[in-house]
C-alpha cells in the first residue's frame, strides 16, 4: 500500500512540473534572451537533478511520440514542388555541402582517434529542429528554404544510415541486415509510387481532395486525416523493423505535398506540436542527462571537441553554398544543419546499448547535441538580430 502512495506522488509531482515546464520555459527564454528548445532541454535537465522529474513508462513513451511529431512536423516543412522546381545549381552545390562535410567529419574524427560510433555520429543531419526555427523566424527566410534542400537531402541520408546501423548492431553483418536494407529500399520505392499514383488521382479527380479535407469542416477531418496517417507510416515501419523517425518524416511530407494549401491544417498541427508534444520531447532529452556526469574527467572537454568538430565541418562545407547565398545567409545555413539532436541522441542510445561506446563516450555524445543546440541557436539569433537591426 505505502509503495502504491509513493508511485502515485511521484506521478502527481512529474504532472505538475511537466506541466510548469512546458507553461513557463517560454517565459524563461525571453528573460534570458536565448530560443525556447535549449532553455526547456536545460530545465529539464535541472529539475531531474533536484528530483521532481523521474524517468516513467508514460512520460518516456510520450517523449518517443513528441520525437515522432517533430519529426512530423519537419515532413510538413518540405514543399517537394518547390523542391523540384530547385536549380540545379542549389542541388548540386547541397550535395557538394554533404560530401565535402562527411570527409571533413571522418578526417578530424580519424586524426584525433575518436570511435567509430562518435565518426558515424558527426556528419549525421536532421531538420527536426530547422522546423522550429522556422516558427521563430519564418519559412520564407532564403537561408531557411536553402537550408532545408541541403537538410531534406541529408536527413534522408541520415534516416538510412541509421537504420541500417540499428540493424547491423542488433543483427550483425548477415543476411538478416541485407533483408532489411532490401525491406528500406522496397519502402521507399512504394513510397515513390504511391506519391506518383495519388498525384494522378487528384489529377483526375481533384474533388477528391474535398472529400478527405472539406473546405467547411465541422468535425476536424483535416486533423483526423494527418494523425491517421502518421500513425500509419509508424505502424508500418513497426511491422517492417525499420527506424520510426522516416515513417512520421514521410506521413508529414505526404500531408504537405498533396494538401499544401491547407494552411490552416499545417497552423493546427503546429500548434499542437510546439504547445505541447515537441516541449515534452526537449524536456525529456534534458532530464535524460544526469548533471553529476559533468563531474567525470573527459565528459565535458570530449564533448566539446565533437561539437566543435561537428560544427567546423558544416561551417567549411558552406564555403560552397557562399556564391548562391552570400556569407552570412552560407553561415546560418551551418548553423542551422548543426543540430541532429534526435538522431545523435539514438545513435549513442544503441551504441551503448550494444556495448559499441562505453558510457563515457555515450555522456559526451548527450552533452556534444546539447551543445550544438545552445551555441548553434545563440549564434542564429546574433546574426538574425544583425541582420534585423542593420
Known amino acids: 500500500m505505502k509503495w502504491q502512495v509513493v508511485v502515485i506522488h511521484t506521478n502527481i509531482t512529474l504532472i505538475l512540473t511537466l506541466s510548469l515546464l512546458i507553461w513557463g520555459s517560454p517565459f524563461v527564454a525571453k528573460i534570458i534572451r536565448?530560443?525556447?528548445?535549449?532553455?526547456?532541454?536545460?530545465?529539464?535537465?535541472?529539475?531531474?537533478?533536484?528530483?521532481?522529474?523521474?524517468?516513467?513508462?508514460?512520460?518516456?513513451?510520450?517523449?518517443?511520440?513528441?520525437?515522432?511529431?517533430?519529426?512530423?512536423l519537419?515532413?510538413?516543412?518540405?514543399?517537394?514542388?518547390?523542391?523540384?522546381?530547385?536549380?540545379?545549381?542549389?542541388i548540386q552545390k547541397s550535395i557538394l555541402f554533404l560530401v565535402i562535410?562527411?570527409?571533413?567529419?571522418?578526417?578530424?574524427?580519424?586524426?584525433?582517434?575518436?570511435s567509430i560510433i562518435t565518426i558515424i555520429s558527426m556528419p549525421l543531419i536532421s531538420i527536426g529542429l530547422l522546423a522550429s526555427l522556422t516558427k521563430t523566424y519564418g519559412k520564407e527566410q532564403p537561408w531557411i528554404r536553402l537550408a532545408f534542400v541541403a537538410g531534406i537531402l541529408g536527413e534522408v541520408i541520415s534516416i538510412a544510415v541509421l537504420t541500417i546501423f540499428d540493424a547491423a548492431s542488433?543483427?550483425?553483418?548477415?543476411?538478416?541486415?541485407?533483408?532489411?536494407?532490401?525491406?528500406?529500399?522496397l519502402f521507399i520505392i512504394s513510397v515513390y509510387i504511391l506519391y506518383k499514383v495519388l498525384r494522378l488521382t487528384f489529377w483526375w479527380f481533384p474533388e477528391f481532395k474535398k472529400i478527405l479535407v472539406p473546405k467547411f469542416d465541422t468535425s476536424d477531418q483535416d486533423i483526423r486525416l494527418a494523425m491517421a496517417l502518421f500513425f500509419i507510416l509508424i505502424a508500418v515501419m513497426l511491422s517492417l523493423e525499420l527506424e520510426l523517425a522516416l515513417g512520421a518524416f514521410i506521413a508529414g511530407v505526404a500531408i504537405s505535398a498533396f494538401f499544401h494549401h491547407e494552411k490552416k491544417l499545417e497552423e493546427k498541427m503546429s500548434s499542437l506540436g510546439f504547445g505541447f508534444l515537441v516541449p515534452l520531447f526537449f524536456?525529456?532529452?534534458?532530464?535524460?542527462?544526469?548533471?553529476?556526469?559533468?563531474?567525470?574527467?573527459?565528459?565535458?572537454s570530449g564533448a566539446l571537441l565533437i561539437t566543435?568538430?561537428?560544427l567546423l565541418s558544416r561551417i567549411v562545407a558552406s564555403v560552397v553554398l557562399k556564391s548562391i547565398s552570400g556569407l552570412k545567409d552560407s553561415l546560418l545555413i551551418a548553423l542551422s544543419l548543426s543540430m541532429p539532436l534526435t538522431?545523435?541522441?539514438a545513435v549513442a542510445t544503441i551504441g551503448y546499448e550494444t556495448k559499441l561506446i562505453n558510457l563515457l563516450s555515450y555522456y559526451q555524445l548527450i552533452l556534444a547535441s546539447i551543445f550544438e543546440i545552445l551555441i548553434s541557436m545563440v549564434i542564429i539569433k546574433m546574426l538574425h538580430s544583425k541582420r534585423k537591426n542593420s
Open 170 to 185: 542488433s543483427t550483425g553483418i548477415n543476411l538478416e541486415l541485407v533483408i532489411k536494407i532490401g525491406y528500406l529500399v
Open 74 to 90: 519537419a515532413g510538413m516543412e518540405v514543399d517537394l514542388k518547390r523542391l523540384a522546381k530547385s536549380p540545379k545549381i542549389v
Open 101 to 114: 562535410m562527411v570527409s571533413f567529419s571522418i578526417i578530424s574524427g580519424l586524426l584525433f582517434h575518436l
Open 343 to 345: 538522431l545523435l541522441v
Open 283 to 300: 524536456i525529456h532529452v534534458g532530464a535524460s542527462f544526469d548533471l553529476k556526469s559533468l563531474a567525470i574527467e573527459g565528459v565535458v
Open 34 to 72: 536565448i530560443p525556447t528548445p535549449p532553455v526547456e532541454i536545460i530545465l529539464g535537465s535541472l529539475f531531474a537533478y533536484i528530483g521532481f522529474i523521474e524517468h516513467n513508462e508514460y512520460f518516456n513513451l510520450i517523449a518517443v511520440v513528441g520525437f515522432l511529431y517533430l519529426m512530423f
Open 308 to 310: 566543435f568538430l561537428m
